[in-house]
T-cell receptor
């Protein structure tokens, strides 16, 4: 089915390890986003890419890096994982800012 | 900074009862307000979008109202069904590439 695909779905890391979360969309959307969702809090924007070749910081970018590999793919990298980065991570995409968001099913990350 | 609050955090109702979910926001300078549904272990699905110039939006059994001046939106779900059990999130669009989300209301509809 068309949509936003995230891999992996689950991951356990040790403190200090690194990993990359992958996201791909097949809807020809211009913009892509990474959010994190923590219990009792709304989704918070980590980074976004308004269009291919651009990336910008969101509300909580510290400890993360991103790469917009091409129009379809937007990856999120944790260079040195910390327990505070335990969360559920969602990737989303859309064509027009503020409208028509499609979300992936999330990656549940635990850092021990 | 825009703050979005959803009260209550959780709600349990018997099947057939109407649901009323509340969302409040602190800054009325929004472009639109959106309601999403989230099922356990799944991503968010868009339900309704209300433009800042609109007062309400309807889709089937769902109706959302917006009072921008008071910073409030309400999502009504008529004649609730067990399949309506999910977490409902509201989000406001601030005019750039950012949505500001509430923490959500988790709804359980008892058969």
């Amino acid at each position: 089915n068309a949509g936003v695909t995230q891999t992996p779905k689950f991951q356990v890391l040790k403190t200090g390890q690194s990993m990359t979360l992958q996201c791909a969309q097949d809807m020809n959307h211009n913009s892509m986003y990474w959010y994190r969702q923590d219990p009792g809090m709304g989704l918070r924007l980590i980074y976004y890419s308004a269009s291919e070749g651009t990336t910008d910081k969101g509300e909580v970018p510290n400890g993360y890096n991103v790469s917009r590999l091409n129009k379809r793919e937007f990856s999120l990298r944790l260079e040195s994982a910390a327990p505070s980065q335990t969360s559920v991570y969602f990737c989303a995409s859309n064509t027009r800012k503020g409208y028509g968001y499609t979300f992936g099913s999330g990656t549940r990350l635990t850092v021990v | 900074k825009q703050e979005v609050t959803q009260i209550p955090a959780a709600l349990s109702v018997p099947e057939g009862e109407n649901l009323v979910l509340n969302c409040s926001f602190t800054d009325s300078a929004i472009y639109n307000l959106q309601w999403f549904r989230q099922d356990p272990g799944k991503g968010l699905t868009s339900l309704l979008l209300i433009q800042s110039s609109q007062r309400e939006q309807t889709s089937g059994r769902l109706n959302a109202s917006l009072d921008k001046s008071s910073g409030r939106s309400t999502l009504y779900i008529a004649a609730s069904q067990p399949g309506d059990s999910a977490t409902y999130l509201c989000a406001v669009h601030l005019g750039d590439y950012k949505l500001s989300f509430g923490a959500g209301t988790t709804v359980t509809v008892r058969a």
